[in-house]
């Protein structure tokens, strides 16, 4: 099946009928370092073609969380289910073939300073599939075309604002047709209308492509435009999950508190 990015069918009815198959299941997920405690049994389930925004203040443990997904950190207890596959204990070639299926944004947009725009797309392309080179380019061209940055091919990372560097780190980390995107603060230090264009970004693939996504953010701006659903973070627990009206209506202090503070 064709998976152009590029195409604008867009609609409404995104959120009409999502059915409920689990993609994304974490159950008791434990993580220490050294003695610090940061995650202390989070239970979270993710559904096919559902955004989940984590919310929660810095240093809560969000960015281990993501990072607990992708394997690039282990847990301590728990378990981590992605389609269905316990990660825990799964070889390196196992749970590559997983990470292929997942696209990943990292804080800090992480492209790789001395390759070019371009490059920096192509790379996944490069290492994973067999396309040719031109297919490849047909491709890179595609994905920055959908996130506006077609433009800017041969400029290098340090050559182009923040946003424009996490449009790119979000078009590499959808190179690979993931079925599952993590982002981690895709909007932290923008500008507001920057940020209302990632934004718009991430609702344009969740309709189009019925992706299921977790998004890390302080933005609660953000976290109302693009989720669906919302789970705040405190002390290494979930303390509230819901829709972004049952937060901000929470009776709950700390709920109440972060809401207050932010927007
Ligand atoms: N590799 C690591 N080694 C030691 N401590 C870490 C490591 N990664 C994260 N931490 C600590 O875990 C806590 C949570 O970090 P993080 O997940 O980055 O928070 P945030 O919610 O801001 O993303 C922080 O106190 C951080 O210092
Ligand atoms: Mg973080």
């Not at 604008?8 to 999502?18: E, F, G, P, Q, W």
Request: negative net charge; hydrophobic residues 40%.
């Amino acid at each position: 099946m064709k998976h152009s990015i590029a195409e604008d069918n867009l609609d409404n009815s995104h959120t009409a009928d999502i059915p409920s198959e689990p993609v994304l299941v974490l159950r008791g997920v434990h993580k220490s370092f050294g003695t610090q405690h940061v995650l202390d049994g989070i239970n979270l389930t993710v559904v096919r073609g559902e955004t989940l925004t984590v919310l929660g203040r810095s240093g809560t443990g969000k960015s281990v969380l993501l990072k607990l997904i992708i394997a690039l950190e282990n847990m301590d207890a728990g378990s981590i289910c992605i389609q269905g596959q316990e990660i825990a204990g799964l070889g390196l070639n196992e749970m590559n073939r997983l990470r292929i299926k997942m696209g990943f944004l990292f804080q800090c947009a992480a492209l790789y300073d001395s390759l070019t725009v371009e490059q920096n797309v192509a790379f996944p392309l490069e290492r994973h599939t067999k396309m040719s080179k031109s297919e490849r380019s047909d491709r890179v061209k595609e994905l920055l075309s959908s996130v506006g940055m077609e433009h800017d091919l041969n400029k290098m990372p340090s050559d182009i604002s923040g946003g424009m560097q996490k449009r790119v780190g979000l078009a590499r980390a959808l190179a690979l047709q993931p079925e599952i995107l993590l982002l981690d603060e895709p909007t932290a230090g923008l500008d507001p209308i920057t940020s209302g264009e990632i934004d718009d970004l991430v609702l344009k693939l969740q309709k189009e492509h019925a992706l299921t996504s977790i998004v890390v953010t302080h933005d609660l701006h953000s976290a109302r435009t693009i989720a669906n659903r919302l789970a705040l973070l405190e002390k290494g627990k979930v303390v509230m999950e819901g829709s972004f009206e049952e937060l901000a209506e929470s009776n709950d202090d700390f709920v109440r508190e972060f809401f207050k503070r932010d927007s």
